[in-house]
């Protein structure tokens, strides 16, 4: 299999949030995933970028990054904001925690990434930004 890497960027806006599924998608298929671990990869990365746009940038706006590297059948995703960080990544990470309490969010969006991956790992700095590294093994099932 081939190794293939892509990087992209755009704006904290909600509406770009199908179109990182989309990218997520395109490049997951060079990998020749079974239809579970396609969806299991969108949903991640949806998860990731929403968190950009929502906890990241607030009602800002900024710059969510992604790359995606395919190294034979290990699937690595990276989701970069350089918003308002998180204080403490611990309690972020555990389910229903949210800090926009005000806004229906149910909390899961990294539950649902470590979930939905096989790694998942979270860099933050307050007033930096948030970096969210996701791995999958592609094709495990088929051996």
């Not at 079974?34 to 746009?53: G, H, K, M, Y």
């Not at 991956?117 to 930004?129: H, P, Q, R, W, Y």
Request: proline residues 1%.
């Amino acid at each position: 299999m081939n190794k293939n890497e892509m990087k992209c960027s755009f704006i904290s806006r909600s509406q770009n949030e199908s179109l990182a599924r989309m990218l997520a998608a395109a490049f997951v298929a060079q990998m020749n995933p079974t239809i579970e671990e396609l969806a299991d990869v969108r949903t991640a990365v949806s998860e990731a970028v929403t968190n950009s746009i929502i906890h990241g940038y607030g009602n800002d706006s900024g710059l969510v990054e992604m790359f995606f590297k395919n190294d034979g059948d290990l699937l690595t995703i990276v989701v970069k904001d350089y918003g308002m960080g998180i204080e403490d990544v611990e309690l972020a990470k555990q389910p229903f925690y949210t800090s926009k309490k005000t806004i229906d969010r149910s909390g899961m969006g990294f539950s649902v990434m470590e979930a939905f991956m096989d790694t998942l790992e979270v860099e933050s700095a307050l007033g930096k930004g948030t970096t969210v590294t996701m791995t999958k093994i592609i094709g495990a099932d088929d051996e």
